[in-house]
């Protein structure tokens, strides 16, 4: 569950500020972010997924006001509740499959379940790239590799920024596919900002940033 | 998975820098090592070898080659002193013991000395196997001489003049093993040791040889007004005919010190060279070149670190974005920051436990290979304290490369980074 109310954000050193509309996305819902570049999705995004914490207004995760947050609760929360996906699925290459995957449950303070990583791996198809390098697999497979990372904690919520905007159409389609079947496979909820316009048909619970009040 | 496997694999990424940063660091560290063991193990040998001689007496020469030459046997004698003129410094009452010296001759490079059993007790020598020198051309040889001269009790070799090995050779007289000494971890293991009566009879004419000999026999039993000499029983006191090379002493009292460098100094033929002042003196001249060394695995030391700091420096830009991402994974800004540190002290403690290796590792290597090296008896299996501080010195050096990189990934602003701006 995502709640956002009466929410500003002033960027640093400049007078712009952004004043974003209320929404809300209960349990388990998807949802869309849509809006031009500039729009600031990003920044909403990363408002909600506790990366900003510089506003004013409520933003409440799982009943959870994230500004009433220390900075180290607030790591360890994002840690637990929150998945995200980038645009850019950026792995971190010094490290295997299996250990990309282990570094979630460790930085955020969870015990590393092997078999949940195996299953994971498994639902999405990589059971054999487990022990493989990064730089030895294709972006479609970093991109799963970084959907598994983003699920593998089981997060209340996914956050994902572009995710689709550099695939074609075919690809387009299996992504979101995939991110829509993983978030309900987790019961989480999946906030997606793009300005793929489409993904439009596939989520209809919609905010829409360009027409902000 | 942990902050370790994950630092040692960002470590592993770079193979090469790490390796260099490794080697750069573990090169100084080791020079260190080697002349940490060199000049501190020399040092030890040094004053142990010297220790209960309060005074050398030879002729008139260098004090310092007088004391290289007469307690480390590594130097040629300034000359000979008349015996009468050493015994009469011996007989003053500032003197507890003298002990004469007669030099010239060695076997295989290792010199045969011409003295009496207070010389070996001077070291502690005990026998290992055989006797004691007794009579003429008898000789006891020291631990390392046995072991390398393969020599045991019984053989017979001729002594070559000089300290080389290739003297001219004393043929017509032919030494004679009785016995072997324990190792005492002194100068006394390279030397081996005889009579003063020995050293001369190899060294006279002969025709005088043989009239000696009948002399020396008959000599104790033939006269009643005979007064044995102090420092060589076997010759009457006063003889002005006889030489030795030098005499150790030992003083009764702190008084001689003052009193009897001056006396000695005072005879124009004789010259007195105290080992404490000499060997620091000698210390203070190595000194110049083990600091141009460690000035030299300083800067080796200096540079590897700015290295560390660079390498990690640059590799911070690479991972700004891996950095971000693990922040938004709910790794706090504390983990971020010692992770770079450990990194840092990783590379260091890697490089100093390799170099205090390597440093040990080379003086094993030189002491096992040089004769010279042997005989001096230094050794890498030898441990110091110091070397726990090179270890946390470079542990810190490591922390204090690693603090700047580790403090910007602190303050990395992961969503400026995730935003791509």
């Not at chain 1, 995200?84 to 995957?101: D, G």
């Not at chain 2, 110049?288 to 030391?301: H, K, N, S």
């Not at chain 2, 790794?331 to 205090?356: C, D, M, N, W």
Request: proline fraction near 3%.
């Amino acid at each position: 569950m995502i709640s956002v109310r009466n929410l500003s954000y002033q960027y640093d050193g400049t007078s712009r500020a952004i004043q974003f509309q209320d929404f809300s996305i209960p349990q388990g819902e998807h949802g869309l972010l849509l809006g031009e570049s500039g729009s600031g999705k990003t920044t909403l995004l990363h408002v909600i997924g506790g990366l900003l914490r510089k506003y004013s207004g409520t933003v409440s995760i799982q009943d959870t006001a994230l500004n009433a947050l220390s900075e180290a609760a607030l790591d360890g929360f994002r840690g637990r509740h929150i998945g995200f996906i980038f645009q850019r699925n950026h792995l971190i290459s010094a490290l295997t499959v299996e250990k990309n995957l282990a570094l979630s449950p460790y930085l955020a303070g969870l015990p590393i379940d092997a078999a949940r990583i195996d299953q994971v791996l498994a639902s999405l198809g990589l059971q054999e790239k487990k022990k493989s390098r990064i730089s030895e697999l294709s972006h479609g497979q970093a991109q799963r590799v970084a959907i598994a990372r983003a699920v593998l904690n089981k997060p209340s919520i996914i956050l994902a920024d572009e995710p689709t905007s550099a695939l074609d159409d075919k690809n387009c389609e299996r992504v979101i596919t995939l991110l829509t079947d993983v978030a309900r496979q987790n019961g989480a909820t999946l906030l997606v900002a793009t300005h793929d316009q489409r993904l439009k048909d596939r989520i209809s619970n919609r905010i829409d940033l360009t027409t902000a009040p | 998975m942990s902050l370790l496997t994950l630092v040692w694999n960002y470590l592993k990424a770079r193979p090469l820098n790490t390796a260099i940063n490794i080697l750069l660091l573990s090169l100084g560290i080791a020079v260190i090592t080697i002349l940490l063991l060199f000049s501190q193990q020399l040092e030890k040998k040094i004053t142990e070898n010297a220790k209960g001689i309060d005074l050398v007496v030879g002729a008139k020469g260098s004090p310092l080659q007088i004391i290289l030459c007469n307690i480390f046997h590594i130097d040629f004698p300034t000359g000979n002193i008349k015996l009468f003129e050493a015994e009469r410094i011996a007989k003053n009452r500032l003197v507890k013991k003298a002990i004469p010296l007669a030099l010239g001759d060695s076997y295989s490079t290792y010199r045969i000395i011409g003295t009496n059993r207070a010389y070996a007790d001077l070291y502690h020598g005990e026998l290992a196997t055989g006797a004691w020198w007794k009579d003429d051309l008898q000789v006891t040889l020291g631990a390392k001489v046995a072991e390398l001269t393969k020599l045991k009790p019984g053989d017979h070799f001729a002594s070559a003049h000089g300290l080389s090995d290739g003297g001219h050779a004393h043929e017509e007289h032919q030494y004679v093993v009785v016995g072997i000494l324990k190792p005492s971890n002194s100068v006394l293991d390279n030397v081996i040791l005889t009579n003063v009566e020995s050293v001369w009879r190899v060294h006279e004419e002969h025709g005088e040889e043989e009239e000696h000999d009948e002399h020396a026999e008959e000599a104790p039993v033939r006269d009643s007004t005979f007064v044995p000499s102090p420092l060589i029983p076997s010759v009457a006191k006063g003889d002005s005919t006889k030489e030795i090379t030098a005499m150790l002493l030992q003083y009764r009292s702190p008084m001689g010190a003052i009193q009897l460098p001056r006396i000695v100094n005072a005879q124009s033929s004789l010259q007195a060279a105290s080992p404490a002042f000499e060997t620091a003196r000698l210390f203070s001249i190595l000194g110049v070149g083990v600091d141009i060394l460690m000035g030299f695995a300083y800067v080796l030391i200096v540079i590897s670190g700015l290295s560390i700091f660079i390498a990690l420096y640059n590799s911070l830009k690479e991972r700004r974005y891996d950095l971000a991402i693990m922040r938004s994974m709910g790794a706090t800004r504390t983990k971020v920051f010692i992770s770079i540190l450990l990194e840092g002290g990783f590379l260091t403690l890697a490089g100093s436990v390799l170099g205090l290796l390597a440093g040990h590792g080379a003086v094993m290597l030189l002491a096992g290979m040089a004769e010279q090296a042997q005989r001096t008896g230094i050794s890498g299996l030898v441990f110091y304290p110091q070397e726990w501080i090179i270890l946390v010195g470079s542990l810190l050096l490591g922390l204090v490369c690693a603090v700047i990189p580790a403090v910007q990934a602190y303050r990395t602003d992961i969503s400026k980074v995730l935003a791509g701006h």
